[in-house]
């Protein structure tokens, strides 16, 4: 059995097949089930969500995606805020 790696997230959620305002909203909706589910309230899931277009057009280390849990600060696939990456 793998153990996860510390740091790397285990899911990325990558929309497509619509426009970027719809992509957007899905993934607005994805955070708000995601923040209303109990079970997920006391997890250290490390989920993030972004749109293919994104993905292609400015690739993994720009801050393309949004923590399916806490704040909406975009980060990069490694779920690290602009800030952190900086530093």
């Known amino acids: 059995m793998a153990l996860p790696v510390p740091?790397?997230?285990r899911l990325l959620i990558v929309l497509t097949g619509a426009a970027e305002t719809r992509l957007d909203r899905r993934a607005a909706d994805l955070r708000s089930l995601a923040a209303?589910?109990?079970a997920l309230q006391h997890t250290d899931l490390r989920?993030?969500?972004t749109a293919l277009t994104k993905l292609q057009d400015l690739g993994p280390a720009a801050?393309?995606?949004l923590p399916a849990l806490g704040p909406a600060e975009p980060c990069d696939a490694w779920l690290r805020p602009p800030a952190a990456v900086a530093v």
Do not use: E
């Open 7 to 9: 740091g790397v997230p």
């Open 36 to 38: 209303s589910d109990p």
């Open 47 to 49: 989920a993030g969500i």
């Open 63 to 65: 801050p393309i995606f």
